[in-house]
């Protein structure tokens, strides 16, 4: 088993995350701890993502110290998703990956997925939280590949009317998402 530690500063709303990654022929487990003001309030969250060997999301734990709200999903790995209770989640049928809305390692899913092509754009939908009321919905968003540079790449990102250039790493885990998030170790 091997195990990686990243650690982000949070631009946009003051604070940071620390997160570990930890990897066997299973697949990988993220375990993360974000700190952060929203609307000038403290707010802590902490998650945990299990994904098979091809980054495929199989569950997902979310919980939020301020407002106590947790969410907690598990996958078929084909775009069906389940509560706690194993009851279908009809309204995010489709998604493959999440994203949960104070991390940039929700980005790093869907780089990680493909192999990609310069100038290659692809759609996803993703399972989305926002954190910390703990809404979770579909969105759409996208990537293309702009190419790669010094051992990181770029990737046009949009969502919405949200459009920005994320920097990752060779791994996949961001290194700049410009005003947002950048890496600190």
Not at 30 to 55: H, N, Q, R
Not at 100 to 118: D, E, G, M, V, Y
Not at 125 to 149: H, R
Request: hydrophobic fraction near 35%.
């Amino acid at each position: 088993m091997s195990s990686e530690r990243i650690m982000w500063e949070n631009i946009e709303d003051f604070g940071c995350e620390y997160l570990n990654i930890s990897r066997d022929e299973s697949g990988l487990v993220a375990k993360g701890t974000t700190i952060f003001l929203s609307k000038s309030e403290p707010c802590k969250v902490t998650y945990e993502m299990v994904m098979d060997p091809f980054w495929i999301t199989k569950s997902l734990k979310v919980k939020t110290e301020s407002n106590e709200k947790a969410i907690e999903i598990n996958s078929d790995g084909q775009g069906k998703w389940f509560d706690n209770k194993g009851y279908e989640l009809d309204h995010l049928k489709g998604a493959i990956d999440v994203d949960i809305s104070a991390t940039p390692f929700s980005n790093s899913l869907p780089i990680n997925r493909h192999t990609w092509n310069k100038s290659q754009k692809r759609d996803f939908e993703m399972a989305f939280v926002s954190v910390p009321d703990m809404e979770i919905i579909k969105v759409n968003q996208s990537y293309t590949f702009l190419g790669d540079q010094n051992h990181s790449r770029t990737f046009f990102y949009q969502s919405g009317l949200f459009e920005t250039n994320i920097v990752v790493d060779e791994n996949g885990y961001v290194l700049d998402y410009p005003g947002i998030f950048s890496r600190k170790y």
